[in-house]
């Protein structure tokens, strides 16, 4: 299998993974009217087919050493079992951020998902290994992201406020479309993001389950067991969410094959940079100790997602175009106090008390 053997390879793979992750929504925002329960078909199919291309090809170079076919003859059934739940438990996750991205747009819904799961993660880990992070640290970083979560929320409903406002002289139009704004339930998109943080939060500690000890799943492999179980599992969430729509009325699947060209394209697209992401990250992960991208930096890349998404929903789609200069700032102390939140959370292992 193909892994970094330097560590500039380690560390263009980390922001290769930030750029991926933080850039697969506007394949969301591209397909425009399309629901997103439709969207998500496509979404997986990429993903799906990504992963497990990566899995036979670059999983499988250099036979000299092990391929993706030899890992999986070693791997423990209880280490495989933990890949398909981790595919499983971030799909739930993705499905929920997904469903919030079309209510709230992305400066709102992915720095509420990730802050949230970042807290989730960070204390499930703490909990398990005490000693691996500086306890003042830690914590202080994860009040100034929940306090980020709470601006971010602030400024959500403000601008909704300021939208109803420009409402009553006339309807706000979508500046793609051309067509009349709706004002989305900001509860709902709220809660769906939240939601979506806390199921997040659970992916990584049980991707380490997966890989770790003499027998556990390979980067490759462990790549293709997660696109399993992100494939399988759609065939569950999505129907849910069809006869249970977030907004609108309820779709049929047989909907989904009225689709566009381009509007499957778009969702296979999304789907396959989503996965580029995931291959790059667990193979970094993979990379022999000593080019391996340090700790605190790997953990500071990862997590700035969420603001290069909310970049993306801010400069590119102008989600909050026509708000009031007050919005405008809580969101800029939003990025602001994440940010800092992140550099706490990030230097917490490097200054634990080993």
């Not at 998500?40 to 999983?59: K, N, R």
């Not at 940010?339 to 959370?345: C, P």
């Not at 990030?346 to 008390?353: D, I």
């Amino acid at each position: 299998m193909i892994l970094p053997a330097t560590t500039l390879a380690s560390l263009l793979l980390l922001i290769l993974t930030l750029f991926c992750w933080g850039s697969w929504a506007n394949s969301q925002r591209l397909v425009f009217k399309w629901r997103f329960e439709l969207f998500y078909y496509d979404f997986t199919l990429g993903l799906a087919a990504c992963l497990l291309i990566a899995a036979f090809t670059l999983g499988s170079m250099n036979a000299q050493e092990l391929t993706v076919s030899d890992n999986m003859m070693i791997a423990g059934y209880r280490k495989m079992a933990y890949g398909v739940g981790a595919g499983m438990i971030v799909n739930l996750a993705y499905m929920l951020l997904v469903a919030a991205t079309s209510l709230s747009g992305m400066a709102v819904s992915f720095p509420l998902s990730f802050g949230i799961g970042l807290v989730v993660m960070s204390v499930a880990n703490f909990i398990g290994n005490p000693q691996a992070s500086n306890a003042l640290l830690l914590f202080a970083g994860l009040v100034l992201v929940l306090v980020a979560v709470l601006v971010d929320i602030v400024a959500y409903r403000s601008h909704l406020d300021a939208m109803a406002a420009a409402s009553k002289s006339g309807p706000m139009l979508d500046p793609r479309t051309k067509l009349p704004v709706r004002t989305p339930l900001a509860a709902r998109g709220i809660a769906l993001s939240l939601l979506s943080g806390v199921v997040l939060g659970f992916f990584f500690p049980v991707i380490d389950a997966s890989r770790g000890g003499d027998n556990g799943v390979g980067p490759y492999g462990l790549a293709a067991l997660i696109g399993a179980g992100m494939f399988f599992s759609t065939l569950v969430y999505v129907p849910f969410f069809i006869n249970f729509p977030v907004q609108g009325d309820p779709v049929q699947v047989r909907d989904y094959f009225k689709g566009a060209k381009k509007q499957h394209f778009w969702g296979i697209f999304g789907g396959f940079i989503w996965a580029v992401g995931l291959i790059a990250v667990l193979v970094e992960a993979a990379a022999p100790p000593s080019v391996r991208t340090g700790q605190a930096l790997a953990l500071g890349l990862l997590q700035s997602v969420p603001i290069l998404a909310a970049l993306w929903g801010l400069l590119a789609w102008r989600e909050v175009k026509g708000s009031t200069q007050g919005v405008k700032m809580l969101l800029l102390g939003t990025v602001v106090l994440y940010l800092a939140g992140l550099v706490l959370v990030s230097l917490s292992p490097v200054f634990a008390s080993k």
